[in-house]
């Protein structure tokens, strides 16, 4: 193959792949901003329905937008970097096994 064409495709694989970085980081901005807005003004509405700012906080409604949108965006999250930004590749076992070994070859130098 030609060496042109080779680099070119990595370059659109890195730039398709930054941009779903990119994406992801948008989305994590927005859930936050949007979910504090929204936790605002539902507190906020609590508060003029004589609700004391202790059951204000702890009512359901201020959080369910975080737990429900935040299971969206973790799943997002796996999209864009998998199971590998958990630690779990292919080698993950193994380079477990020689940071135990080496754990305790540490223990018996000492």
Sequence with gaps: ???KFIQEQNYM?????VKAIKGFYI???VYVLVNIFLSGIIIFG???SNYSITDAFSNFGVYSTWIFWGIGIFFHWMGVFGFK???FDKNWEEKKIQAYL???????RF
Excluded: C, F
């Design 102 to 108: 080496e754990k305790e070859e540490e223990k018996r």
């Design 46 to 48: 609590l508060m003029q």
């Design 85 to 87: 930004s958990l630690g």
């Design 13 to 17: 694989r890195a730039k398709k792949r």
């Design 27 to 29: 989305h994590a901005i």
């Design 1 to 3: 193959m030609d060496n």
